[in-house]
């Protein structure tokens, strides 16, 4: 950014200056109000006046000086050449002076403000003879050594902090671009006589050494608050290696990591409850042993699921529908342990249903939560105009030193410039009528295509489910369990490579809007899949395992989808990717490496997380699954990323993915499980063989039991039962909990709408701004083309009347 240059005019300073008084530099609008004065004043002198501006030094000329002796600056094609008189000039506005810091305001502010006092006490310039004034030549535009040393710049600051405040006066020093040194120094001269005084006493009092440890202690405190806030933020999970990632493939493949991140984080947050109400006390309370030998350990169950893993606390079956309550050791007088009136037995069954109630909620929160804040940071800024340059002037991180992150940097830059000019280069693309009608037959094709290949996944599913129920497998066949899932995985990992087949032919032009195409059809396909094997569980099973436990069989059916899903994961990346690589380089001779497919893998992971929560209430540790397969998912797909994929060959910006990404994986995914688990909550008989709610018509029913109970308990607990009846039975509390949850949301929306349209207005203020800029800059150039073509004219006058003596 160009230095503000000054006019000044070396006239000596009269008494009357000392008196006079300075507006404060706090009010920048009075600053602003002295520096257009200043420009005004200027510019009326040069116009009128026509005051002669030259350089330093007058003899130096070049190549590029015109007769007048002013420089003529290069410029662009089609564009005003401006003088470099009318670029001090306007190097001098106020606006120039926008968005720096507070120090070099005050510092620029002294500079005119001196200038301006001085001018009080004399007459305006066009009053005076032009004898009589000072004259301009041979002074430099920028600095004057004769009127403004650092001297008197110094005293004028150390006046003005001294008529501050404390507290106000330390953070005005706090923001000035100096040196800790300068600022030490400033502080001191500034302060008062009272307030050396003051210091002094106090370093120097009865109890000095006092002083010199309260401050070792608080800077002691102050370098361990640094240290821990940098440990922090070390700690992070995969710091470098997504930046990495983003340096080199782009905000479109990072979006996918970001997003197995968040996932991660999701699943920290329903395990936590879960662990702590349900899983630690079952653990710490064992139920006792079922009749009959415990299965051993055969390594199938780390694929079935079932065997030894059934009498653990992995499944439903394993929880008891008693109270526990701590044991206590018989009085010494009496033989039995009488239990406290006041003390309440904590019930497995309420525990249950409430830690699993809460978790969700807490969830659905969070979701809810993360949508609105992705939303209103994808969405904020609705125009991306003028981000080239910011990208190109203000990206780079001059605190960088390692070569290694100055290396990541520029990685990062170079990506996100790719990204910026290919969404402009799309933008300004323009088809004919007959393409669009073409593409459009096509692409409605290609939907055809996809949703029957849809429908024959669905029918396929739903056959074999049936085939299941008709053929029961059993105890020792259990590896014959394994075969319904392994259908479906199969089926989740052929079909996305047929939508994508297929998607090669619309030939989208934006790559944004092939990946949400390729999302939509992808999560239209494992969703089917997922209400048909809901269905079949709810529907179908319940009703044939009539004297088994159906929710352990529901359980180990979702941890078998967990577990191979997670394999099919793996099977996909080495065949996908690492031997379509090594095809491509040993036996085609290409370069050229397959790219990360976003839209495939972004759906394996709600579809994961589905199942997830799909199966909390019938396998309360599959979130403590799921995290390791996160965590195993991550590391795998990077080293693939960074060995076998390449960068996408039209980069695209990624701005919205997150909030896509959330919300998929709120309303789809989420909303469906909460559906599931509510019908199964609400309307399906729990087995009366094993779980916590094995005497109860449904599970919600052991919230009426538990009202009961603290009814004949006492009166000292009879508001829990009112609690029950008003706020949990009753319907009206949750509607309003929903409605404020909606209008919560819909106030968000709407602040960020009003934050989208004052910050349009902000830049439509910023270009009318630029406007006035040019009609300055178009003002200025007229009045010094006219003071040129005077001065020529009055050269060529003064010229043929010396050639021609006779014209006299």
């Not at 404060?24 to 510019?43: A, N, R, W």
């Not at 009128?48 to 130096?60: H, M």
């Not at 804040?373 to 390692?402: L, M, P």
């Not at 199966?615 to 599959?622: I, K, T």
Request: glycine share 8%; with cysteine.
């Amino acid at each position: 950014m160009a230095q503000p240059l000054n006019f000044v005019l070396s006239v000596p300073e009269t008494p009357e200056d000392h008196s006079s008084q300075e507006p404060s530099p706090y009010d920048e609008s009075e600053v602003h109000d002295s520096f257009h004065q200043l420009i005004q004043e200027q510019s009326q002198w040069v116009a009128e006046e026509g005051l002669e501006l030259q350089q330093r030094e007058p003899g130096a000329g070049g190549p590029q000086t015109s007769g007048c002796g002013q420089r003529a600056l290069p410029g662009p094609e089609d564009a005003l050449v401006h003088s470099a008189a009318t670029l001090r000039v306007l190097a001098s506005m106020p606006s120039r002076t926008i968005g720096r810091s507070r120090g070099a305001v005050i510092c620029q502010y002294y500079d005119r403000s001196v200038r301006l006092r001085r001018r009080v006490s004399r007459p305006e310039l066009k009053g005076v003879g032009r004898s009589a004034r000072p004259s301009l030549r041979l002074y430099d535009l920028e600095l004057d050594p004769a009127a403004l040393q650092e001297e008197e710049k110094r005293f004028l600051l150390v006046k003005e902090l001294q008529g501050l405040p404390v507290a106000q006066r330390n953070h005005m020093l706090r923001g000035m671009p100096l040196g800790l040194a300068e600022k030490r120094c400033l502080r001191e001269e500034s302060q008062t006589p009272t307030g050396k005084q003051r210091g002094r006493q106090g370093s120097h009092g009865l109890f000095p050494c006092c002083g010199r440890l309260r401050d070792a202690c608080v800077l002691a405190l102050h370098s361990l608050g640094l240290g821990l806030l940098a440990g922090l933020h070390a700690l992070r999970p995969w710091r470098y290696a997504l930046k990495q990632i983003g340096g080199q493939f782009g905000s479109s493949v990072l979006s996918y990591f970001l997003f197995l991140k968040t996932l991660l984080a999701f699943n920290a947050l329903l395990l936590l409850p879960l662990l702590a109400f349900i899983v630690g006390v079952q653990a710490a309370f064992p139920p006792p042993a079922p009749p009959g030998s415990v299965p051993s350990f055969t390594g199938l169950e780390l694929l079935t699921g079932g065997g030894r893993f059934t009498h653990t606390v992995l499944y439903y079956g394993y929880y008891s529908n008693s109270t526990v309550s701590q044991p206590c050791a018989p009085p010494p007088g009496a033989g039995q342990c009488r239990r406290e009136a006041d003390s309440l037995p904590y019930s497995m069954p309420l525990a249950y249903l409430f830690t699993v109630g809460l978790a969700f909620f807490i969830t659905c929160i969070t979701l809810v939560y993360s949508m609105s804040h992705s939303f209103g940071e994808s969405y904020r800024v609705g125009s991306t105009s003028g981000v080239h340059a910011v990208t190109v002037f203000c990206s780079w991180d001059h605190k960088v030193t390692q070569r290694r992150a100055s290396r990541l940097q520029h990685d990062n830059i170079r990506t996100h410039l790719k990204e910026l000019l290919a969404e402009w280069q799309r933008r300004r693309g323009s088809q004919s009528t007959c393409g669009r009608l073409r593409r459009v037959a096509v692409r409605g094709l290609v939907w055809l295509l996809s949703l029957g290949t849809t429908l024959g996944c669905t029918v396929a599913v739903y056959a074999f489910s049936e085939l299941m129920i008709k053929s029961p497998v059993s105890v020792e066949q259990e590896g014959a369990l394994l075969a319904l899932p392994v259908v479906v995985c199969l089926l989740n990992l052929g079909a996305p490579y047929l939508f994508r087949c297929l998607a090669a032919l619309e030939r989208h032009d934006s790559p944004v809007l092939e990946v949400y195409v390729a999302v939509c059809r992808n999560l239209i396909l494992k969703m089917v899949i997922l209400g048909i094997l809901c269905y079949h569980w709810l529907g179908r099973r319940v009703g044939t395992l009539k004297d088994q436990c159906w929710e352990n069989f529901v359980g180990q059916e979702l941890y078998r989808l967990t577990v191979l899903d997670f394999l099919f994961v793996l099977l996909d990346t080495l065949l996908g990717e690492l031997v379509w690589r090594l095809i491509s380089e040993k036996q085609l001779k290409r370069r050229e490496k397959p790219e990360f497919d976003i839209a495939g893998n972004v759906l394996e992971l709600i579809y994961g997380q589905t199942l997830t929560w799909l199966g909390v209430l019938f396998s309360p540790l599959l979130p403590a699954i799921q995290i390791v397969k996160l965590l195993l998912i991550f590391y795998v797909k990077k080293t693939s990323l960074m060995a076998n994929c390449q960068a996408p060959r039209r980069p695209w910006l990624a701005s919205h993915m997150s909030t896509v990404f959330i919300s998929l994986l709120c309303f789809p995914s989420f909303l469906g499980a909460a559906v599931f688990l509510c019908f199964a909550v609400w309307r399906v008989k729990p087995s009366s063989t094993c779980g916590p709610f094995r005497s109860l018509d449904s599970m919600y029913e052991a919230g009426k039991v538990w009202v009961r109970h603290l009814e004949e308990a006492g009166p000292r607990v009879s508001w829990l039962p009112w609690v029950h009846r008003y706020l949990v039975e009753n319907t009206f509390p949750v509607y309003l909990v929903s409605a404020l949850l909606l209008a919560v949301i819909y106030l968000h929306i709407q602040v960020v709408k009003g934050q989208r349209r004052v910050i349009c207005l902000l830049k439509e203020q910023i270009s009318n701004e630029g406007e006035d800029k040019v009609f300055l800059i178009n003002k200025l150039h007229s009045v010094y083309e006219r003071k040129e073509r005077s001065r020529a004219g009055r050269t060529q006058e003064a010229e043929r009347l010396t050639d021609d003596p006779d014209a006299w």
